[in-house]
């Protein structure tokens, strides 16, 4: 009598491990969104630290930070803010080769001046690229929410698990 020897696998292991495949490629993407998010967070804040660093070099030459027109920030932030437009000029080339205009999630950085330019603040509006009405002010947990900095020091950022 001969034994027929099988070879290869049956459906049940084949469905199994494209099963596991799933799961697996299925928790590979959510961190992989997560890690995209994050760098554009980082990159909005690299970016916003140089744009601080710049204007403090200016304002160390002409004693005043680069001007800005109106467009408001919420309550707690009383400095009127635009996008960096007005002060790109005065910034580039001297202080920035080239002076970043959007934010990781390709929104405009706002920026403004208090009117006799003594204070300044940068936003990126975060991921929804809509600024939000009110300031948490400390660590945010939360891609949407603004990234503020107010002369050279971040107001509100990203800190922790982000959702």
């Not at 760098?39 to 200016?58: G, H, I, N, V």
């Not at 940068?122 to 690229?129: H, M, P, Y």
Request: some cysteine; overall charge neutral; aromatic content about 10%.
């Amino acid at each position: 009598m001969r034994h027929r020897r099988c070879t290869g696998f049956t459906l049940i292991e084949l469905l199994v491990v494209v099963a596991i495949l799933g799961i697996i490629v299925a928790i590979a993407v959510i961190n992989f969104l997560n890690a995209i998010e994050r760098a554009r967070q980082r990159r909005s804040m690299s970016d916003m630290r140089s744009l601080a660093t710049a204007a403090e070099a200016y304002a160390a030459d002409l004693d005043r930070y680069p001007p800005a027109s109106a467009f408001v920030l919420p309550p707690g932030l009383d400095l009127p803010t635009v996008n960096l437009l007005d002060a790109r000029s005065y910034l580039q080339p001297t202080y920035m080769k080239a002076v970043p205009m959007v934010d990781g999630w390709n929104s405009w950085f706002l920026y403004g001046t208090t009117p006799s330019r003594t204070e300044y603040a940068l936003r990126s509006a975060g991921r929804g690229g809509v600024p939000q009405t009110t300031v948490a002010f400390g660590p945010t947990t939360d891609f949407a929410d603004d990234i503020i900095l107010v002369n050279g020091q971040f107001v509100q950022w990203p800190e922790g698990v982000q959702r």
